[in-house]
């Protein structure tokens, strides 16, 4: 294909069938669930545990299956729209496993000069900037994990992505959103707390969300029509849940108490 000069500007799609997401959150809080629910989904299940949904899946439990997996959802012989990758940590494993054997090696760094982490690297960034580049809404799960962030004025924890430095490093450089599942307690008008499960979207000292569209709130329902909506309204009409309190501003270190505050804890 011949390379030539724009005449005309891009336009912005708000179809969820085009976007790129990473979604991550503790075990069993509805990420799988939640992904099931994006346009005309295929999941390429590296890890048991859909056995409760009614889903299209492929088994890729190994780099090898994921790649021939790919290959199929590349040659678009299909009516898929959005294709999930649950979990992106047990495929990022396959692919240094793959890599591994492939070098006749047992661990990234039994290669000198750090030539072991820069194949695997260079093979992830590869398969998801090529899955990420076709023409369908794209989907990583991930698990959350809890993590020290050291500044010049001292410590505190922030959530994370579980994926590897050198996984996530790719993953969040190619997304368009990163959906952090959290949870909320609140009280209700008996004075009994109820814990309700929620999306956060925006960039936060003590959690890794944000949001390229612009369209999301920065808290909103961990479910699937509310976050729909957002896409189909204006984008000044989207759904707030309620006013978060982080504790902190973005960018900079959080106060001690910013890691209970982020639970929005009613009075």
């Not at 922030?158 to 790719?170: E, F, G």
């Amino acid at each position: 294909m011949p390379i030539a000069l724009p005449t005309t500007r891009s336009t912005p799609t708000t179809s969820l069938a085009t976007k790129t997401t990473l979604l991550y959150g503790q075990p069993k809080i509805g990420k799988s669930t939640f992904a099931s629910q994006f346009p005309d989904a295929l999941f390429l299940e590296c890890e048991p545990g859909l056995g409760e949904l009614s889903v299209f899946k492929i088994p890729t439990y190994t780099w090898d299956d994921f790649l021939a997996a790919c290959r199929l959802v590349a040659a678009g012989e299909h009516n898929f729209r959005t294709i999930v990758v649950d979990t992106a940590d047990n495929a990022f494993r396959s692919c240094s496993e793959h890599v591994c054997a492939k070098h006749n090696i047992e661990y990234e760094g039994d290669l000198p000069h750090g030539k072991g982490w820069s194949f695997v690297k260079s093979e992830w960034h590869r398969v998801l900037t090529r899955l990420a580049s076709l023409p369908y809404g794209l989907v990583l799960i991930s698990h959350a994990v809890d993590r020290q962030i050291e500044t010049r004025t001292g410590e505190y924890t922030k959530t994370v992505p579980s994926l590897p430095d050198r996984a996530r490093q790719v993953v969040l450089g190619l997304v368009d959103m990163i959906l952090f599942c959290d949870t909320v307690a609140r009280k209700d008008e008996r004075g009994q707390t109820a814990v309700q499960r929620v999306i956060r979207t925006k960039p936060h000292p003590t959690y890794e969300a944000g949001d390229r569209t612009g369209r999301l709130p920065d808290t909103l329902p961990l479910d699937y029509a509310a976050f729909a909506r957002c896409f189909e309204a204006p984008a000044t009409a989207a759904p707030v849940l309620a006013r978060t309190t982080p504790g902190a501003t973005a960018g900079s270190a959080p106060d001690t108490n910013a890691s209970t505050a982020r639970k929005d804890t009613a009075r």
